[in-house]
């Protein structure tokens, strides 16, 4: 129906055609489909989450086996907000509650790579299917990669000496209201869709340009087929862009839809994610470089893997 | 009353610090306020997602920066 009404008001209304009624199309269309989907998802996922925080994931993950713990911790980071100005509080706070590290890893994987700007854009964009894909090989780098990093034992490169609490520990209880828990989507719904709609217009808006006036066999043959290395370039490129997903995920659905192969689209966006500068200048402070470049080397060889692996299979 | 702003010193920590302040103000109360960055201290409260916000020694709210009016709520329970 939305579709319709501007196509309606592109072509019957305002009367414009070729590439640039094309272009302006695609830029209203996919500018507005996006932000009701942001709006709506996020306000969703933030309600739900005020039912958990990183206390109570910390205090389900204590004690528990370490494949189990891995599995357990890439599926809270679905569910808890991540920001990297808390990793170090987190890290020391796992250790402190004497976590593996390996686990604190699959956490620290999976939060910042499922977070729900991604998986909102990801749903409107590309449908449900990749989206469940998105988040099941999330999930397998998350965990896979944590359970490596504990069994290379690495402990000695936690540069801060804390001290293991004894005993079990006790949920940090905060109660809310279910009317507080509304204001409180609503407040972070509002505060990220003000923080992040520029980009989505950015990002939306160079790709209607790519829509209207790049041809097909450009893309091709830079980021399809044709580019053996496509893969690894789009998870080197993927890295400095963080927190960008806003701006970058409607750009890959445009040059997914003109050639390049999902493999590569699904490498590049989960590098966007996963793996930030910015939080490894954060851990640098409480972890030495060797631990960082093993966490950034493994998942960016996973990452990889998984590229390969779709663009091989589909 | 004590109010302490547990964070290591993020933007989303100095926001929070202001609004305890804004909270103070307006509420009229004596009430000292102080902001803790030493990150041995936050995690003896058992805080692992800053920032936070401790009232006479009690964790009230973790990971979130809260309104001036959701501050004076805790500050009055």
Known sequence: MWKESVDYF????????????E??????????????????????????????????????????????????AALFGIITPFCSCSAIPLFLGFIQARIPIGVTFSFLISSPMNNEIAIALLFGLFGWKVTAIYIGFGLLVAIVGGFVIGRLKMERYVLMDVKPMQGELEEVKISLTTKD?????????????????LYVLAGV???ALIHGYIPADFIAAYAGAQNPFAVIIAVLMGIPMYSNAAGVIPLVEVLTAKGMLLGTALSFMMAVTALSLPEAMILKK????????????IVGLGIIAIGYLFNFLL | MKIEVLGTGCAKCKTLEAVAKEAIAKSGLFVQLEKVEDIMKIMEYQVVSTPALVIDGKVVSTGKVLSVDEVLAFMKK
């Open chain 1, 10 to 21: 592109i072509y019957d209304v305002l009367k414009l055609e070729g590439h640039g009624g």
């Open chain 1, 23 to 72: 272009a302006i199309n695609f830029f209203i269309y996919d500018t507005f489909k996006i932000w009701f989907l942001l709006i709506t998802i996020i306000f969703v996922v933030s309600y739900l989450r005020t039912h958990f925080n990183t206390e109570y994931v910390r205090a389900h993950l204590q004690g528990k086996s370490e494949l189990y713990g891995n599995v357990l």
């Open chain 1, 181 to 197: 828990r509304v204001q409180e989507a609503y407040t972070y719904t509002r505060d990220i869709f003000k923080s992040i709609y």
């Open chain 1, 205 to 207: 808006g160079i790709g």
């Open chain 1, 286 to 297: 409480i972890l030495h470089i060797k631990l960082i470049a093993t966490f950034f080397g």
